[in-house]
């Protein structure tokens, strides 16, 4: 069965990076973008961007680039999200999905387990 | 920037029907996707291309997508479909959520 299991919570301080993963399993991971979704304490769900695990290229919310950048390594089926220049309301609960693409639009027919990552001095 | 707009709260009896809108420019010349989500627990896939349910689905989930505004209808609803409801779309290449809603089983 298709699993995507995302590393442990963390705790950084305000202007640092975090780095968050992501390993599939049970799927072709080159065969379907990933995507990275976050959820701010109390609040909705937010879309960052997306990666081809097959070409490496990537594509960012506006509101996230210069600050976000979407890696992956093929040779362990894992993703990784890397956060820069960390504020307090960065404090979120991060996740990675992955899904069909269909009629023009992709789908999130599948979720990670979530990370929690805590900007706090 | 895009946005989708959902009501806050609906309120419903068990065994009743619930209808969670989602309004946004022209919505209904884009698909919409459904996502529920239990307190602690990651979203849920529950509705695809406006009206599509993956396997493992209820039927008594459904949803519509005309003008500017989808509906997620919920019928014969239970108390475990207590949860909060989000629709998405896609616009110019970007992933947009609607605001949310959370559905209360009386």
């Known amino acids: 069965q298709v699993q995507l299991v995302q590393s442990g919570a963390d705790v950084k301080k305000p202007g640092a990076s975090v780095k968050v993963s992501c390993k599939a399993s049970?799927?072709?991971?080159?065969?379907?973008?990933m995507h990275w979704v976050r959820q701010a304490p109390g609040q909705g769900l937010e879309w960052m961007g997306l990666i081809n695990p097959n070409s490496g290229g990537a594509d960012y919310a506006q509101k996230f680039q210069g600050r976000v950048a979407m890696t992956r390594d093929t040779s362990i089926s894992t993703a990784y999200m890397e956060l820069s220049r960390l504020r307090y309301d960065d404090t979120a609960v991060y996740y990675c999905?992955?899904?069909?693409?269909?009629?023009?639009?992709?789908?999130?027919?599948?979720w990670g387990q979530g990370t929690l990552v805590t900007v706090s001095s | 920037s895009y946005e989708l707009t959902q009501p806050p709260s609906v309120s419903v009896s068990p065994g009743q029907t619930a209808s969670i809108t989602c309004s946004g420019d022209?919505?209904?010349?884009?698909?919409v996707c459904w996502y529920q989500q239990k307190p602690g627990q990651s979203p849920v896939l529950i509705i695809y291309e406006d009206s599509k349910r993956p396997s493992g689905i209820p039927e008594r989930f459904s949803g519509s997508n005309s003008g500017n505004t989808a509906t997620l209808t919920i019928s014969g609803t239970q108390a475990m479909d207590e949860a909060d409801y989000y629709c998405?779309?896609?616009?110019?290449?970007?992933?947009?959520f609607g605001t949310g809603t959370k559905v209360t089983v009386l």
């Open positions: 999905a992955s899904g069909f693409y269909g009629s023009g639009s992709y789908r999130f027919d599948y």
């Open positions: 998405q779309a896609w616009d110019s290449s970007t992933g947009v």
């Open positions: 022209k919505l209904g010349d884009k698909y």
């Open positions: 049970g799927y072709t991971f080159t065969g379907y973008y």
